[in-house]
């Protein structure tokens, strides 16, 4: 244990795999508010307005500090809008707020010099504050990179020197996708790459005694984001650091796919305990990310306030499953297991929710990308005929009593199993909790391939609990598939649906407890399968929140992804419509990934891996790319979706809509 600060990190990178035990780093002071520490984790967003737009400027700042945002970042992509800064800070402290201001930088060192003496913080970009981006991949001996890095403490030490007089704090903030050359040239765009983009600014900092320092490790990824901030930790720690973490992930896009798409980056981590502070990025108006971001950091003013200490019982390794009759674990995607016990079983229309919509002319059903691999029925029987390819579940007692079992499958309690007088051939599920392994039950279980565990839990540190659940089955050697279950109460996930500024909105809530409690655990290859349970929401809203945590994790492709910016005062158009207007012609295109940016500040590789992008060129004007190449620049905004189309027809991954 580090006697300074209190943190042990056994499994590497957190204090602890099995209570929540927060990483305690060094508290940073940003204006009147501390973040880093114990101070609670912060929540923060940035304007989209034009930073010379003062009062515009104003406005939103304060309509974000209304909505929850504790800090406020704004773009200063020249020294003419770092200098407005301190219009918009006068103005606003003149309104009587106070909230501390961030300026966003890229590229441009003598705007974060102008910046970091007006404002509390300033961001810059360790992948191009020193370096103008060339993107090529060029190759460095070790002598250049050494040279290199000479070059950046001369270029980077007077910003340090100022942000120190000052009393200014820095978030060195890397980006998955514009990482430098001399990165890319040793490292790939690589979690270790984003953390040793950090690091070599850090160490600057640290070598001329600074060190109001907070870090960022984002990428539209999860999985990457996930993996670049645990590695950030572990190199902390092994260099005697603790600098807050900020955490969010990049163009995570909007609705539901952006909240799940942060939840399952951020609030992986902050199982972990990591993370001071949290921006969800969301291309919708910025006072909507805020009650996202409350909703993901309330979770954990309740949890347990001290570590006891406790040893790990599992390191999250990827689980490996068997294969269970060529549908379930091994290579099979994760399955979707919906309850639809409580709705109407008179009317095969009802299956129109989970994704089987019933045509009584032909009295058969259509199959989409979303149509679920389970349905719980409990003990009712529906009195019409199912689909042939979906898989029914009822309670062990009432399957006993059907007849004709062909796709129809028991859930059994482990008791039940232990007692049950028969057995389905094909597919057993039983219901388990981490604490039940080790008891007399589960070592009477007979081993049978059949099995697969639907693992459920009903502690706080749920996720955790789920964790050791899959650690402890690798110890013993078992590989049978299992599927998550997740109980959300309908006493706290009831109400309406549509107050997007309310962090205790039911389905946004929903969205992002569920993509942190199964995400968590799908990033890190355990899961064959999830099941959210909520009573009190719409089933449509689980069956699409469940392929919306399988995408985010990229653990099963149902639709089309986009990789939106939530824009800034650099966009060049407007995100939101653009979106929905991209989305609109685009959405049927099932695996592909859109990139569609404000403006190319960072390169095309800010795009991360999207397939192909629609990136603001100019005024009226974009460029399209296919990956990180250029396709056709300066198309018109009214051709440009147009042209994007033909180039995605061109390179044949275009299907007709239905
Ligand atoms: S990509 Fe979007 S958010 Fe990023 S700087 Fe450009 S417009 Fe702003």
Redesign the pocket.
Known sequence: MDTKTGNTLPGGYCNSLTEYARWRTREVSIGDIPMGGDNPIRIQS?TTVDTMDTIGSVEQTIRMVEAGCEYVRI?A?SIKEANNLAEIKKELRKRGYHVPLVA?I?FTPNAAEIAARIVEKVRINPGNYADKKKFDQLNYTASAYQSELERIYTKFAPLVKICKEYGTAMRIGTNHGSLSDRIMSHYGDTPEGMVESAMEFIRICEDLDYHRIVVSMKSSNPQVMVRAYRLLVETMVSEGMNYPLHLGVT?AGDGEDGRIKSAVGIGTLLEDGLGDTVRV?LTEEPELEAPVAIALVNRYKSRQKEYKGNAPACKPTAYVSNEVNVFIGGTQVPRVVVDISGKNLKDPHTLTDVGYKYDPWLDKYHMGEQSVDFVYLGSTLPSFAMPGNLKQLYDYPTWRNIQDKSNIHPLFSLSQFLEATERDAHLNLVRIRYADIGTPAFEALPLDKTIIFVVETDVSHGMADQRQFFGALSELGLDNPVIIRRHYPAADFTGLLGDLTDPEEPLSKLQVYAATDMGALLVDGMGSGIWIDSPATPVDKLVSASFAILQATRSRISKTEYIC????????FD?QETTQMIRSRTNHLKGLKIGI??????GPG?MADADYGY??AGPGKITLYRGKEVVKRNVGTTDALDELIEIIKGDGRWIDPE
């Open positions: 940035m773009t992509p966003d890229h163009e990025s910016c939530p824009s800034c005062g650099r966009t060049l995100l940016m404000g403006c190319i500040v960072n800010e990136v603001g």
